[in-house]
């Protein structure tokens, strides 16, 4: 790692990123806007009002889901 970037898996692919990103900037990246959602990070579920504080790391393991709705 060159220190400009992390590399982290999102969704089964890897990514890279500028340090610092947090996941609350990653999920608006992901274009989920207002869309509801659903954050895992190394295999740890984290609640919506607590992705802001939480500061991506190379390596990290991230899995987004979001809810579709239909009949």
Do not use: H, K, W
């Amino acid at each position: 790692m060159s220190g400009e970037t992390i590399r982290i898996r999102l969704n089964g692919e890897e990514s890279t990123y500028a340090p610092g990103l947090n996941a609350r900037e990653l999920v608006a990246e992901m274009g989920l806007g207002d869309r509801r959602f659903a954050v895992e990070i190394n295999l740890q579920v984290v609640r919506a009002q607590d992705l802001e504080g939480i500061v991506l790391n190379d390596g990290d393991r991230i899995e987004v889901v979001s809810f579709v709705g239909g009949g």
